[in-house]
């Protein structure tokens, strides 16, 4: 006899899904979305919809019980474990990249909508250890969403670059490192060529625009406010001047957020830096934090493979760790 599996769904109060970046419909937008649980049994499988997007199927990396993270592209069940033990197992499972050639805000047709987690008949769920009542969320672009920090980004075929998916990955990217270093839940909320002055080539508007939501009508709820705002942004901006455009965001954002930390990274590559430091210098609330030129190099100009970038732009996986580190680093200095 053939017991039925046990669905588990994905909204389950034991089942901590990552902050800001999560709908209250538990659907998924920005690489670097996770979540993380404890069940019992010997398997694990993920349901979820992602049928109806374009481009390549989404890419997730999990962990069992702490082991090595595995890694699968699928568009709607995800085999996570089988043959396991009969006891208790943690899960932990990122979206570690989307193909941003394509809509993240309108239909979108970049969505990950997560439905179930599959276990065995009698099987039971509980909440995760060790969540951090410190939460965060990162705004920024390409670099924070992890792209392009496993390969180069030049292959591009009717204007799409095709291996977004492949060559990206947001566990290996600076928000991830720095959230394990600072011990902090957080959202990522980055996305390949946003900016202050124009909407992304994944329609996604301004960030002043789009700050507020995960996509168009679905507002992100900052009923608890983050514990801390980290901002990467201005690469897509080049020399532009946006001083005006970021004083009024961080205006707006120390309103809404009054308890929150808000903290403005220089990108990494110093693009766009005089003008966001005019901004900060009106905000006297906002920290600043500015890595400087000795770890810009190899990062600041698109079209050559580098030490520190596979394209001369964005960090590659070790780059990414090495600047989370040095973040870390000024944060605890300061």
């Known amino acids: 006899m053939i017991l039925a599996a046990l669905l588990i769904p994905i909204l389950h109060p034991s089942i901590f899904l990552s902050p800001y970046n999560t ?29 109806t997007n374009q481009g390549a199927p989404p890419k997730f990396r999990w962990s069992i019980d702490g082991q090595p993270l595995q890694t699968a592209q699928a568009t709607r069940t995800l085999e996570l474990a089988k043959n396991l033990p009969n006891k208790t197992h943690s899960l932990t499972l990122y979206l570690a990249a989307s193909d941003a050639n394509y809509d993240r805000w309108n239909t979108p047709t970049q969505i990950i909508r997560l439905q179930s987690l599959e276990l065995d008949n009698g099987a039971t769920v509980k909440p995760p250890k060790n969540i951090s009542k410190k939460q965060a969320i990162f705004f920024g672009d390409s670099i924070t969403e992890g792209a392009w920090n496993l390969g180069d980004s030049f292959r591009v075929v009717d204007k799409k670059y095709v291996d977004w998916v492949k060559h990206s990955d947001s566990t290996q990217a600076w928000p991830h490192y720095l959230a394990e270093k600072l011990k902090l839940e957080y959202g990522a909320s980055g996305s390949g060529g946003m900016c202050w002055l124009k909407t992304s080539h994944s329609n ?37 001047d946006t001083s005006q455009v970021v004083q009024q965001w961080l205006a707006e954002v120390h309103k809404q957020c009054p308890k929150t930390k808000v903290i403005l990274i220089i990108p990494f590559g110093q693009q766009n830096k005089s003008s966001l430091l005019a901004a900060a210098k009106s905000s006297p ?50």
Request: aromatic fraction near 10%; avoid cysteine; charged fraction near 20%.
């Open 285 to 334: 609330k906002t920290k600043v934090l500015d890595l400087g030129p000795a770890f810009a190099e190899g990062i600041q100009k698109y079209g050559l493979a580098t030490p520190t970038s596979h394209d001369g732009l964005h960090p590659n996986a070790e780059t990414n760790r090495r600047l989370a580190a040095a973040l870390a680093s000024q944060l605890k200095s300061k």
């Open 23 to 51: 709908t209250e419909k538990g659907e998924w937008i920005y690489a670097g979305a996770y979540l993380k649980t404890q069940f019992t049994g010997t398997s694990a499988t993920l349901h979820f919809d992602a049928s």
């Open 204 to 240: 996604i508007p301004a960030l002043p625009e789009s700050w507020r939501f995960h996509y168009k009508n679905a507002p992100r709820n900052f009923q608890r406010n983050p514990d801390i705002i980290f901002l990467n942004m201005g690469t897509n901006d080049g020399t532009k």
